[in-house]
Nanobody
Framework: QVQLVESGGGLVQAGSSLRLSCAAS????????LGWFRQAPGKDREFVSG??????TYYADSVKGRFTVSRADSRTFYLQLNMLKPEDTAVYYC????????????????WGQGTQVTVSS
């Protein structure tokens, strides 16, 4: 059972930056697609970004050019959030996909507990 723990969320002003971290209990990243999702109150969980084992990255249109996903090692990966907007306010989750690249939450079988990001205007 893989356990994921996110950290790095907080309350910031619009235009600020945060770096979210995701740490895994075991080595999963060498062959797994890793994703970041977010969920705002009253909304569905949505894909934000993801990274393939080969380093290819993917982003939602709403965050492209502002967020950057990266992998530090086999157990840790990051989501850098720049130029934050109030509409980025949500709980952010990291997750491991069952098979390959996907933007659908149902295709992920391991999830962290989430970290809150709140952006004030």
């Amino acid at each position: 059972q893989v356990q994921l723990v996110e950290s790095g969320g907080g309350l910031v002003q619009a235009g600020s930056s945060l770096r979210l971290s995701c740490a895994a209990s075991e080595r999963t990243y060498s062959s797994s697609f890793l994703g970041w999702f977010r969920q705002a109150p009253g909304k569905d969980r949505e894909f934000v970004s993801g990274i393939r084992p080969n380093g290819n990255t993917y982003y939602a249109d709403s965050v492209k050019g502002r967020f950057t996903v990266s992998r530090a090692d086999s157990r840790t990966f990051y989501l850098q959030l720049n130029m934050l907007k109030p509409e980025d306010t949500a709980v952010y989750y990291c997750a491991v996909a069952r098979r390959g690249y996907s933007r659908t939450a149902a295709d992920y079988n391991y999830w962290g507990q989430g970290t809150q990001v709140t952006v004030s205007s």
